[in-house]
């Protein structure tokens, strides 16, 4: 069975940090490119950052420069560290495994930008 566990949402200050963690279970986890998507209330779900399994990494352009999306292949975990948070970073935070045509969704986790 699958599993994508996210972790590390929580209310931050705008200008804050937070890094968001997923563990994944049921895959070969280091053969699957890593993607963090993001989905606001009335907005389609987004791609924000992603890590390919050789390592490249590629990011949104409103994100680019404040968040880093990095992997742990020995700890199956991909994380998402969030730098500089602005209001619009508030959504739910999803990961997303994929590999050839499967591909395998977490639960997300909210992440809320607000003083």
């Known amino acids: 069975q699958v599993q994508l566990v996210e972790s590390g949402g929580g209310l931050v200050q705008p200008g804050g940090s937070l890094r968001l963690s997923c563990a994944a279970s049921g895959i070969i986890f280091s053969v699957y490119a890593m993607n963090w998507f993001r989905q606001a209330p009335g907005k389609q779900r987004e791609l924000v950052a992603t890590i390919t399994s050789g390592g490249s990494t590629n990011y949104a352009h409103s994100v680019n420069n404040r968040f880093i999306i990095s992997r742990d292949n020995a700890k199956n975990t991909v994380y998402l560290q969030m730098n500089s948070l602005k209001p619009d970073d508030s959504a739910v935070y999803y990961c997303?495994?994929?590999?050839?045509?499967?591909?395998?969704w977490g639960q997300g986790t909210q992440v809320t930008v607000s003083s």
């Open positions: 997303h495994a994929s590999y050839s045509r499967l591909n395998y």
